[in-house]
């Protein structure tokens, strides 16, 4: 009996060691396909571990403390980080942290076919919070092993049925031999005052809005505040091409981009692959 409790709690103390990681993802543009809509739709991962999660969340504090954000208003891109050194402020904060992880995903809706996904705007949803998805499991276990546990809070988008995208990627990755979804412990979509986290999430979503979509007076991009946060996005220290930054429908819609920081990247070349399967998976 006492050797029981004895191997029950050392079985406990053993699942408490295994590492926990938690990505919180937001989106940048809409998910809609028709003229009206805006020219990019993507993603940007954060992933911490329990140490990092901390750290970021008092960055988060400071930053808000810093652009006056009303407590209990939620801090976003669009509405408190407008000006450049607003930017450049967000990205030296979060850029300075060391335990964090980020990744993208995104599309340039102009490259797209005519009649891709048949003008349907969940099944463009889905398609891009799938590829999310496979690179966080990715850099889940590329962070942590097979062991790692891991929560997945995507950003609630208003009027879109979560459910049925949650249907739709577990159809992908269960069956998929190649992507450890048993990792996941939580795969939920969350609204945006649930967790600090999730307000640096839309931070790096713009992050890449700035470097990617021509806006403003003069339809300039500013590609500053994503290279300053580059060395933290996936496997920048080599090519973040496609785990760190996936762009749709070609890896050369990123490559091609007249900043990209990634000199003689071997992804320049493949136009016509923008799938993470065809990358390396580990
Ligand atoms: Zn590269």
Redesign the pocket.
């Known amino acids: 009996m006492r050797s029981c409790v004895r191997s029950s709690r050392y079985r406990q103390g053993m699942a408490t060691k295994q590492p926990r990681i938690f990505a919180y993802v937001d989106e940048t543009g809409d998910r809609g396909l028709s003229s009206k809509a805006s020219p990019v739709f993507g993603m940007a991962a954060v992933m911490v571990d329990d140490d990092g999660a901390a750290e970021l969340r008092q960055v988060v504090r400071d930053i808000r403390e810093l652009f006056s954000v009303p407590e209990g208003t939620v801090m976003s891109w669009k509405r408190h980080v407008k000006t450049h050194d607003h930017r450049r402020l967000a990205a030296a904060r979060l850029g300075a942290l060391t335990n964090l992880r980020v990744m993208y995903v995104y599309c340039r809706k102009a490259d797209l076919k005519r009649d891709a996904f048949n003008g349907d705007q969940a099944l463009f949803y889905n398609f891009i919070a799938l590829k999310m998805y496979k690179s966080i499991l990715w850099a889940g276990r590329n962070w942590a092993g097979e062991g790692a546990q891991l929560w997945t809070r995507f950003g609630h988008v208003r009027r879109h049925d979560h459910e049925a995208t949650k249907g739709y990627i577990l159809r992908q990755v269960i069956p998929d031999p190649k992507v450890p979804h048993h990792l996941e412990k939580g795969l939920r979509w969350v609204s945006a005052d649930r967790y600090l986290e999730s307000q640096a999430a839309d931070l790096y979503g713009g992050f890449l809005k700035a470097a990617i979509w021509p806006d403003g007076q003069f339809n300039l991009t500013e590609p500053a505040y994503l290279l300053s946060v580059w060395h933290q996005i996936r496997n920048s220290d080599s090519?973040?091409?496609p785990l760190g930054i996936m762009s749709s429908p070609t890896n050369v819609t990123v490559?091609n981009e007249p900043w990209f920081p990634?000199p003689g990247?071997?992804?320049k070349e493949t136009s016509g692959s923008s799938g993470a399967s065809k990358g390396r998976s580990t």
């Open positions: 090519c973040a091409v490559t990634c990247c071997p992804r």
